[in-house]
């Protein structure tokens, strides 16, 4: 392979791989300095002249001429006088010898090693680049269309032919992908796995939602309106805290626009998560009420050295304030940085209850968890129930049963 055919065929890749001019000639000028090195030790007295348009390549070798006798004649860059007059009759000594070094010079093997360090310099710095590309997008929403769905991931080609990938752990519960079809995601990280960048995107993340209310809500897009925070338990519920500088603006109307017309699309793209958007304030206690939306706190304790709140309600806001699963305590507790404990505030004629939460050191969670799925939420909202209530509604055991129903008796006795 000569010169010519060499370095057209190298352009002709490095321009399908959107590889810059000035790149090519840097990586040619390596790959032949590297082939300089290996036969004559050093490149420092070589001149290389590439022309990638034409296919050109001319290799020049410097070196000064010397007496025969002289200490010097082994060095890198000086050429007894005898050896000189073979290349140019007239030559004298002092004088420079430039000699062109032809890429036939280094042998076959030599340059197909030359034409494989070319392709693979290419795919490296394609791989770098799309590194690069894709790391100034992380925290960006991107589109891809499936190509794969496998169990612990989906497969998406970008707009550019790359792969990209969503694990099951960053897709939404109730996501479900067909191939060919187009999604949508942030850029959650990206990461390089045996030389090779793996973009993982995200439809969990909270900045996926925010980013979304940024595409839909132009005042957020122009930063009228600021998002201040964002909870979420992906598909199922979600708190956004909004603040907007301007008085004329109000950024939970604007956010949630004309009869819900704009959250509605950011709805529909997260698989109908429930999203509750409320006015951020610096004042704490109002804070945690809009947090705990829509229960109505009747009285609060804010402890802020343990980072904790404890909310007292009427008993039929208790239920709303936990919220399905306990999402909502989890979410305004995530929302205002603290924990937040929810207390029934008793009435004249009431008798004490207690919240199950406080048995977490005598009934397993996960009983306390199933118990709260059947609307059970407090010692005596369970012992209002028979046993064979209990033993019906629950998949609970009955020596669980009857072991929880111990406990709890004993805290009235």
Known sequence: MDASSLIESFAEFAKQKNIDRPTMIRILEDVFRTMIRKKYETDDNFDIIINVDKGDLEIWRFREIVDDNSEDIWD?????????????????????????????????????????????????????????????????????????????????????GNEISIPKTEQIPKDRFRKGESIRAIVD?????????????????????????????????????????????????????????????????????????????????????????INFTENKELYIQRALSPAKIASMKIEEEKKRVSVFLKPDQVSLAIGKGGQNIKLASKLVGMEIDVFRELGDF????????????????????????????????????????????????????????????????
Not at 190 to 217: A, C, D, H, Q, Y
Not at 230 to 254: C, H, L, N, Q, T
Request: glycine share 6%; hydrophobic share 40%; aromatic share 6%.
């Open 189 to 277: 990280r990206v990461e390089m796995f045996n030389g090779n960048p793996k973009i993982i995107l995200s439809r969990t993340s909270p900045v996926f939602l925010e980013r979304l209310f940024e595409s839909e809500v132009p005042e957020v897009y122009d930063g009228l309106i600021t998002i201040k925070k964002v909870v979420r338990e992906p598909g199922e519920r979600a708190k956004v805290a909004v603040e907007s500088y301007d008085d004329r603006i109000d950024p939970v109307g604007a956010c949630v626009g004309m009869k819900g017309s704009r959250i509605h699309s950011i709805v529909r793209e997260l698989q109908n998560e429930n999203i509750d958007v």
């Open 350 to 413: 009431e008798e004490e209850d207690v919240d199950l939460d406080e048995f977490g050191d005598e009934i397993e969670d996960w009983v306390i968890d199933e118990l709260k799925r059947i609307g059970l939420d407090t010692a005596k909202s369970v012992l209002t129930l028979s046993r064979e209530d209990l033993i019906r509604r629950t998949d609970l055991e009955e020596e669980t049963i009857d072991e929880v129903l111990g406990i709890l008796k004993q805290e009235f006795e």
């Open 76 to 160: 890198h860059d000086k050429i007894s006088f005898s050896e000189a007059v073979k290349i140019e009759p007239d030559f004298e000594i002092g004088e420079e010898v430039a000699e062109e070094i032809f890429l036939e010079d280094f042998g076959r093997r030599a340059v197909m090693t030359a034409r494989q360090t070319l392709i693979q310099k290419v795919k490296d710095l394609e791989k770098d680049l799309l590194y690069q590309k894709y790391k100034e997008l992380v925290g960006e929403i991107i589109s891809g269309e499936v190509y794969q769905v496998l169990s612990r991931e989906v497969l998406l080609i970008d707009a550019e």
